[in-house]
């Protein structure tokens, strides 16, 4: 990361503000922060918003715990990408990663290293762009002597995703709760990606609902239908005689693929089918275990994580969720997009929302296998018209999103009480 000095302005500067061709409480530049670009949902959808933003002619920092991954090469030009990696905490993950599990110790020992960031650079707004970081953006933005608005993004639910977390296992619901419910009020704005999301975190933190905003995040692109054409493949995905059948997603409790496993092993004693699960995670070896239990060996296959999950869902016959808890599941809106018809549990939050309370797929109650079977095999039987998921996939298409939050932001900074001091950003130096 490089040092920057403290923005000052003196009286002259303060005199002509604000400068020629500029606006009164715009956001300027944003820090964006997220764990890391190892090409999950959250971190592709933050990339995106990160190009739309300097695209608007804003500047942007996107700030990452681990500056490493295969959404590196997304990253618009414009947008300086700064690695919190390799300092002092880094080196300090390095030396216990034996004893701590490696996500949860690396967002946590970057705290130091993100407040010093903020204290040095001072954007004018602070975007912590997950759920799983806010905790952490919101002690780095205290550290750092709250010297700009902060706003939080709610990716996943909420209630459902902190007492996940490994370091959380410990506290009980109640206290998680609580502890959200005393950092969320002390953002200015929470931005969620669902209504769902939204009444969540209004209910569990008391934030009044005018400060929670629900905006839908820009999955379905031009980039998107662009990599769907991509070929890809694997002996199955040309055997138009046994469906095609997928899970995608990081290989995780929250996803419950486990249930997925069962549900297709009923599925299977019923008709031919063949199961691939797109990701990678720490239950690998439990799954693969419990499809060996099963007897499925030769019916299932773990390929691991895969860039272009999409063009699979192009030429899959169908895709199941089998979350716990979700956000707003970016899986559900690719499918749909790819006119592959879609399984889902009714989880909170996101896949009610999407496939209209059951009109675009099915929804089955969380850890039933008999009845996501039920559904599975109703939906392979009686496939919806692909146009007609497409055309529902259409609403999510949010050209708009970029400009929706930085209303949001610009808002924020007009109404911070920074805002009695007004102050231009510096330009900043290169990476």
Not at 94 to 121: E, F, I, K, N
């Amino acid at each position: 990361m490089n040092r920057q000095s403290d923005r000052q302005a003196s009286a002259a500067t303060l005199a002509g503000w604000p400068p020629q061709g500029a606006t009164p409480y715009r956001a300027e530049h944003i820090a964006l922060f997220i764990h890391s670009l190892a090409g999950g949902g959250a971190q592709r959808r933050a990339v995106s918003l990160a190009n739309g933003f300097a695209e608007r002619g804003r500047a942007v920092d996107l700030v990452a715990v681990s500056s490493k991954g295969a959404l590196r090469d997304q990253i618009a030009p414009a947008v300086r990408l700064v690695g919190l990696d390799g300092g002092d905490w880094d080196r300090t993950y390095v030396r216990m990663h034996p004893w701590l599990p490696s996500l949860t110790a690396q967002v946590l020992l970057s705290a130091r290293a993100l407040g010093r960031y903020l204290a040095q650079v001072r954007p004018d707004v602070f975007l912590s762009a997950a759920s799983y970081v806010n905790l952490v953006a919101v002690a780095a933005w205290h550290g750092a002597g709250r010297p700009m608005p902060l706003v939080l993004r709610a990716s996943n639910h909420p209630a459902g995703n902190l007492p996940s977390c490994i370091w959380f296992r410990r506290l009980i619901r109640a206290g998680v709760r609580r502890l959200v419910a005393r950092l969320y009020p002390q953002a200015s704005a929470v931005i969620a990606v669902s209504q769902g999301v939204a009444d969540e975190v209004v209910r569990v933190t008391g934030i009044p609902r005018e400060r929670v905003q629900a905006i839908y995040n820009p999955v379905v692109t031009p980039e998107l239908l662009q990599r769907a054409s991509i070929p890809v493949q694997h002996p199955w995905l040309g055997d138009q005689a046994v469906p095609l059948i997928l899970g995608v997603g990081r290989l995780n409790m929250q996803k419950d693929f486990p249930t997925l496993l069962r549900a297709f092993a009923a599925v299977h004693r019923q008709r031919p089918a063949r199961l691939l699960i797109l990701g990678e995670g720490p239950h690998r070896r439990q799954l693969l275990g419990l499809a060996k239990s099963l007897g499925l060996q030769k019916e299932v296959e773990l390929p691991g994580f895969v860039e272009n999950a999409p063009a699979w869902m192009a030429r899959a016959s169908l895709l199941v969720l089998s979350s716990l808890w979700e956000g707003l599941p970016g899986v559900l809106i690719e499918a749909l997009a790819m006119g592959c018809p879609v399984v889902s549990t009714d989880c909170p939050s996101g896949p009610r929302e999407i496939l209209e309370g059951g009109r675009y797929g099915l929804l089955v109650p969380c850890q039933d296998p008999e009845a996501l079977a039920k559904a599975m095999l109703r939906t392979l039987r009686e496939p919806p018209d692909r146009d007609f998921l497409r055309a529902r996939a259409a609403a999510f298409t949010g050209s708009d999103v970029p400009d929706r939050y930085l209303q949001v932001l610009d808002a924020c900074l007009r109404d911070s009480p920074l805002a009695s001091r007004p102050v231009v950003s510096e330009a900043r130096t290169g990476p």
